[in-house]
Every structure is written in C-alpha cells, then in structure tokens.
C-alpha cells in the first residue's frame, strides 16, 4: 500500500460507467456528433481518464490551452473545441498547430482572426447570444458578423452555436431557439446548442453537434427526474471509512459552532472526509451519507478534514465501516439538493488530494 494513501478516503471512476453514459447520449442524439464536455478536468473525474473512456465521441469540449495539448499529445485526434475561445491573438498558432476549434463570441476575437496570419486556418463555433447574457454576439452584429467571418483569411470551417439558459426547467428553448433559427435562416453551417437538459428533452434543439457534459457523468440536469430514471450510471463513488465513535448525551452538542444540539442518547460516527477533500462545507445536519450500507445522515458542521453522522440504529457500524459520500446507492444529486447546490459543483470540487482508482 501507497503511504500516502493510508488516509482512508478515495473517489472511484467507472470507466464503464462513463462509456454507458456516452451511448445515453448518442441514444438521444441521433444522428447528431456528440461533443463530451471535458471541462474542469472532466467534471473532477480527470481529463485523461475521462477521454480514454470517452473516446467513442465524436470530439471533446473544454477550455484550456494546456488542457487540449494534453490531448492532442496523448494521441487523441478528435476535434476539440474550446468553449471560452482564445484569450489573446498570441494563442492562434497554437489553435493552427494542434487544429482546435475556437469558440469565438465577441468582437476581440473576430478582430484577431481577420488580422491572423497563420500557416493553416482555424475551424470555429461562431455563438450567438440568443438571451442568456454569458459568452455570445449580440442578435444585433449578427449578420455583420457573418459577413466579416465568411471573408476572414483565417477561419476553416465554421459552426454556428447558441447555449441555453433553462433547459432544465420548464420555461425550456423555446424562445432562444426562436431567436437562434431566425439569425441562422440560411447560414450553410452546421448547428450546435444542446447541452444535457436539451439533448435529453428538445429534440428540435440538437442540431448538428450536441455538447453533453453532466449527464455523461451519471448525473441529472433535471429536478424532477433522476439519472436512475433517465438511465444514467455515477461515474464516480466517494468513499471513506468511519475513524471514530463518540455516545453523546442530551444536551451536548456536535461538532464547530456546536450547531447541532443533542436531544437523545445518540452514538455518532467520525468520517474521514471534509471539505479539504471536496465536499460541502455548506451541507446541513440531515445531509444523506450511506454508512455500511444503510442510510443516515450527517451531524453537525462538515469540517476540514472530518463530518460526523449519525449511527444510532446502525448497530454494526464501527471503525472502519465503509461510508459512501455518493456515488452507487447514493446519488450525488440529493446530495447536491440537501446541501443547496448541484452535482456539478460536487463534482468538480473534487480535491486532489483524494486518492483516485480507475475501475473499469
Ligand atoms: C458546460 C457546457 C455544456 C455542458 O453542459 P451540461 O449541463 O453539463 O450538459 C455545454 N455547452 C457549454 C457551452 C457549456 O459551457
């Protein structure tokens, strides 16, 4: 055994898992080429570890620079498109050299592109701002926009793209598609809009490229269907082990800020796994927590290192009963709910220093 991973806690990655989600998503795509967002080292699951799995996808999806090398020199010759674009005209020989497709969303970067000098031209996603208000032109330059890219020296290939702002609630694309159809009427582009929520929902918002992310990692964009209902695997377990007991009395207290005040006899479990490992600080008592199996919750205030939960009627749990923070049994998602967040955020903050094992 590795000394430094003696600290019980560690994240499993389902390869498997990964590559059942992807055909999840190439069930709903159709025909359509699926992009798997890789961002933020593949939502915590790791960049090289989620494209090896991944790599029956048509391209991958991310944002950084060094990121994409990493691809490319790890033998991966897919597209690779880069959500945030480049940050300076400095980036575009690199864009040329590795062949990455370049989001280009305000004017800075059309500027570039027109004064670019380059040994081979750059494919880009052109994204229009159809009502989100994030990255995007304004339906106003649209059509100048058009003109300046179809005549700009160093542009390849062009897509056009829109992101949507409430794919995954009811007030749906209707209205941003709307505006996306009537900018793109007659552009000879190939379309891409369809995060998660909208490849799964709005057949009428794939387009050409769908850029699924959350759901490849076995989670729900959706509060009212789950991925077990929408037949998606956790790609990832979070477990540790339980390294302390402690029997409290009434009118004792658990934990920083004692925050929770014990009403009756309770035997409490000590975890080995804080928010220094990724998990919400700001996760209320009540939280789910699997331990040896069984559900029950969390007590107290998470700290750095440590939560406590409470094991009261779990009358096997000892030192060193497995404890499952989600994943299997556990969905990340009513975690993410009971803590006020999603699973992405979870996800990603994943810290680097729990130890990760690959599984296929
Ligand atoms: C993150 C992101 C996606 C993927 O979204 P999910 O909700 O994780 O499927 C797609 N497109 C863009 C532009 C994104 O930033």
Same mark, same amino acid.
């Given at each position: 055994?590795?000394?430094?991973?003696?600290?019980?806690?560690?994240?499993?990655?389902?390869?498997?898992?990964?590559?059942?989600?992807?055909?999840?998503?190439?069930?709903?795509?159709?025909?359509?080429?699926?992009?798997?967002? *890789?961002? !933020?080292?593949?939502?915590?699951? +790791?960049? %090289?570890? #989620?494209?090896?799995?991944? $790599?029956? &996808?048509?391209?991958?999806?991310?944002?950084?620079?060094?990121?994409?090398?990493?691809?490319?020199?790890?033998?991966?010759?897919?597209?690779?498109?880069?959500?945030?674009?480049?940050?300076?005209?400095?980036?575009?020989?690199?864009?040329?050299?590795?062949? *990455?497709? !370049?989001?280009?969303?305000?004017? +800075?970067? %059309?500027? #570039?592109?027109?004064?670019? $000098?380059? &040994?081979?031209?750059?494919?880009?996603?052109?994204?229009?701002?159809?009502?989100?208000?994030?990255?995007?032109?304004?339906?106003?330059?649209?059509?100048?926009?058009?003109?300046?890219?179809?005549?700009?020296?160093?542009?390849?290939?062009?897509?056009?793209?829109?992101?949507?702002?409430?794919?995954?609630?009811?007030?749906?694309?209707?209205?941003?598609?709307?505006?996306?159809?009537?900018?793109?009427?007659?552009?000879?582009?190939?379309?891409?809009?369809?995060?998660?929520?909208?490849?799964?929902?709005?057949?009428?918002?794939?387009?050409?490229?769908?850029?699924?992310?959350?759901?490849?990692?076995?989670?729900?964009?959706?509060?009212?269907?789950?991925?077990?209902?929408?037949?998606?695997?956790?790609?990832?377990?979070?477990?540790?082990?339980?390294?302390?007991?402690?029997?409290?009395?009434?009118?004792?207290?658990?934990?920083?800020?004692?925050?929770?005040?014990?009403?009756?006899?309770?035997?409490?479990?000590?975890?080995?796994?804080?928010?220094?490992?990724?998990?919400?600080?700001?996760?209320?008592?009540?939280?789910?927590?699997?331990?040896?199996?069984?559900?029950?919750?969390?007590?107290?205030?998470?700290?750095?290192?440590?939560?406590?939960?409470?094991?009261?009627?779990?009358?096997?749990?000892?030192?060193?009963?497995?404890?499952?923070?989600?994943?299997?049994?556990?969905?990340?998602?009513?975690?993410?709910?009971?803590?006020?967040?999603?699973?992405?955020?979870?996800?990603?903050?994943?810290?680097?220093?729990?130890?990760?094992?690959?599984?296929?």
């Amino acid at each position: 055994m590795q000394l430094n991973a003696s600290r019980p806690i560690r994240a499993t990655i389902s390869a498997t898992a990964l590559r059942h989600n992807l055909a999840r998503a190439r069930h709903f795509a159709g025909h359509a080429k699926v992009l798997a967002v *890789l961002k !933020a080292s593949a939502y915590g699951h +790791g960049l %090289l570890r #989620a494209a090896s799995a991944l $790599r029956s &996808a048509d391209g991958f999806a991310l944002l950084d620079l060094g990121d994409a090398i990493r691809l490319r020199e790890a033998g991966f010759a897919h597209r690779i498109v880069m959500l945030e674009g480049f940050f300076s005209a400095a980036e575009l020989p690199e864009y040329s050299r590795y062949r *990455l497709t !370049a989001v280009v969303h305000r004017e +800075g970067q %059309l500027a #570039a592109l027109e004064e670019a $000098r380059l &040994a081979a031209p750059v494919d880009i996603m052109l994204k229009l701002n159809t009502g989100m208000n994030r990255l995007g032109f304004a339906p106003a330059v649209w059509a100048d926009v058009v003109e300046r890219v179809r005549r700009a020296a160093a542009v390849n290939a062009v897509t056009v793209m829109t992101h949507f702002a409430c794919a995954d609630d009811d007030r749906g694309i209707s209205e941003q598609l709307a505006v996306f159809g009537r900018h793109c009427e007659g552009l000879p582009w190939p379309r891409s809009m369809a995060n998660s929520a909208t490849l799964m929902r709005y057949p009428e918002g794939h387009g050409d490229w769908v850029r699924p992310g959350i759901m490849l990692y076995g989670s729900s964009p959706f509060a009212d269907q789950s991925a077990l209902d929408l037949d998606l695997r956790p790609a990832m377990m979070l477990e540790s082990e339980i390294i302390g007991i402690q029997n409290v009395m009434p009118g004792e207290s658990i934990g920083y800020g004692a925050t929770f005040r014990v009403e009756r006899p309770m035997r409490i479990a000590v975890v080995a796994c804080g928010y220094a490992d990724g998990y919400p600080r700001h996760a209320p008592s009540g939280t789910p927590v699997q331990v040896g199996g069984q559900r029950t919750q969390t007590v107290g205030r998470v700290s750095m290192d440590m939560l406590m939960v409470d094991v009261t009627y779990l009358l096997t749990a000892t030192i060193g009963t497995r404890v499952v923070l989600w994943g299997d049994g556990l969905p990340v998602d009513e975690v993410a709910r009971a803590a006020g967040t999603v699973s992405y955020e979870l996800l990603c903050a994943l810290a680097p220093r729990v130890p990760v094992i690959e599984t296929d």
